[in-house]
């Protein structure tokens, strides 16, 4: 920050040298005025250092400057995301694979056209080639130990892990899954998984056949079937009549006879 006022000095002197004074027509005017003004204004003696600014920016400082790039100049996209339970995360729409010692936190990246970069507090901890949305990128050193066959998971071995829970579950996973960028819809079918774990396969199977019969391909609409079932069942359990007490007598005991008739007898009765 020492420089700072050095710095914004210039802007002083283009105030008071170029504006001051002058009338412009429109922005235009000021912009055609001003392209010929610089020559003007390096070639006077600098108030400071007593020099031509022209001459030590042609002996000293251009030399120094490295070639202007050929193309133009990439503005990168950075996002704060999360790494998830799967040693990936999402950038712009695709997948990228993180160490896997650093799963729960909370990561910045930077990515361009060619490169995305993942910083953890300030330190790079991976780069990967960029990919389009719906692509994926995983190294197989950021698996933990003994997982690495996660990054080589295909399709067909999901919709077979999903299946064997039933066979509408497996039709169901392979619908999130038929698309042009199936990797997007990985987690989703992870989702499906755990809820025919949860809420039990017969239960996942008798949900994913009514979504099918009405297409509807969404587990989170599977999520609240599953939910919606589970609290009536408990609210069947509950209000269901509570078992024989143990000193009940039976209703049949307290049933009037039939065909009895009465006789007064000395002011009392008997049949």
Known sequence: MRGKPRVEAGVKFVQGNFFAGESFLDLADARSKMAGWPGTANARVHGTTRQVPAVIFAAQEAPCLLPAPAGRYQVPYWAQVKVHVDYHIQVARALYSVPWRHVGARVMARADEHLVKIYLRDQLIKT??????????????????????????????????????????????????????????????????????????????????????????NVSKIESMLVNATEKNQAVQAAAPAGTGRFARDPAEYATATGIRLQVVDGGSRP
């Not at 719906?134 to 299946?163: F, I, K, L, N």
């Not at 987690?187 to 099918?212: H, N």
Request: charged share 25%; glycine share 10%.
């Open 128 to 217: 990967h080639p960029r990919k389009h949305p719906g692509g994926r990128s995983t190294d197989v050193a950021d698996m933990p130990p003994g997982v690495e066959g996660y990054a080589t998971r295909t399709v067909d071995r999901m919709v077979a892990q999903a299946a064997s829970y039933g066979p509408a579950t497996g039709i169901y996973a392979r619908r999130l899954l038929d698309g042009d960028a199936p990797w997007m819809m990985m987690r989703s079918v992870y989702r499906l998984i755990g809820l025919a774990k949860r809420y039990g396969p017969a239960a996942a199977e008798a949900a994913c056949a009514r979504a099918l019969d009405v297409d509807v391909i």
